[in-house]
């Protein structure tokens, strides 16, 4: 619908140069490797809050009990957004990337109504309170008091910026940790290689982000007539890209469907590539990296309490139940 289309033009993932550079830039300098770097204290307390809350509980449905915590809270505490509003934004960003899943968007429906809408309200009416006070230390701050191309966001471009902002946040995060988790345990001999020696993780989180992509595609719009391996695109066709493809791509991957942390170089495209190329990544790995080691640090051994489920999507490739036995260390 046009309403749709609008908003979605104000998100980062779908500007064109010079709006886009306009938009991206003022946030560049708070996703740089430094500054994300010195979050690691931060992150690490919160992954040892959830470790601890995941031992006394031992049978865990991973996905929600466990891995969505870490980036709710992560990016709630960077963006300056109200404890207590967490878990109904997490809500919020889930259904928005799992629109075709009747489960997870037909019965939340009278409690949420459209997600999408809903976030941007929320977003709107956040930023008046916060207009109205001291700025503080945080991206909510920055992004409200910044220079956009032709001065601040108005509230409807604030609105659906918040929306990509902290749904791409939580929700790729959330099916980074939890299928990553689902390919250690089917891999037990990477999983003892990991164990004895954290420095393999990164290596690892590199793996997860090409085996286990948390999404499936993005869609662009062909600007020129263009030629691809034979294939014509004329100006205006709508193309897909296809990380899950991509990232499997024999030319480039030996044995592409085998999950294997020793991959080097692992050009995976998960993070995209160019001009939109994830403001988030450096944050993502860093969460990654921090959240396992915690994890093998807190859990001796983990095993599947039941069959994992798959959300339904063409755009999600994350898991929503992963039903886990943590073993305490």
């Known amino acids: ?85 967490w878990s109904q934004i997490q809500a919020w960003a889930e259904r928005n990337t799992s629109g075709q899943d009747a489960e997870i968007v037909d019965g939340a429906e009278g409690e949420y109504g459209d997600a999408n809408t809903n976030m941007a309200m929320y977003a709107i009416q956040l930023a008046a309170r916060r207009r109205a006070e001291p700025p503080r230390e945080d991206l909510l701050s920055l992004i409200l008091a910044g220079n956009f191309g032709s001065g601040p966001m108005s509230d409807i471009e604030f609105g659906s910026f918040f929306v990509q902002l902290i749904t791409a946040a939580n929700d790729t995060t959330k099916s980074m940790l939890s299928g990553g988790l689902l390919a250690i345990i089917e891999h037990p001999e990477q999983q003892a290689e990991l164990r004895a020696d954290y420095r393999r993780i990164p290596d690892a989180i590199e793996e997860i982000l090409r085996y286990a992509n948390p999404l499936h595609y993005f869609r662009r719009t062909a600007t020129a007539d263009t030629e691809l391996r034979g294939v014509q695109i004329a100006r205006g066709d709508k193309v897909l890209m296809y990380y899950t493809s991509a990232n499997r791509d024999e030319d480039v991957f030996d044995d592409p469907q085998r999950f294997d942390i020793h991959r080097r170089p692992n050009p995976q495209l998960s993070f995209g590539i160019g001009e939109h190329f994830c403001l988030g990544a450096h944050l993502a790995r860093l969460e990654g990296r921090i959240f396992f080691e915690e994890l093998f640090d807190t859990f001796s051994a983990f095993e599947l309490g039941g069959t994992p489920r798959r959300v339904r999507s063409n755009l999600n490739n994350g898991l929503k139940e992963l039903p886990v036995r943590l073993v305490a260390a």
Request: glycine share 8%; net charge negative; charged share 30%.
């Open 1 to 85: 619908d046009a309403h749709g289309l609008e908003g979605m033009r104000n998100m980062l993932l779908a500007m064109d140069p010079p709006r886009h550079v306009a938009y991206r830039r003022p946030l560049v300098p708070s996703f740089k490797a430094k500054v994300i770097g010195a979050m690691d204290g931060q992150i690490r307390a919160i992954c040892r809050q959830i470790m601890e809350e995941a031992r006394e509980q031992r049978d865990v449905e991973f996905v929600h009990e466990v891995a969505a915590h870490l980036p709710t809270q992560v990016i709630g505490e960077l963006v300056g957004l109200p404890r207590e509003d």
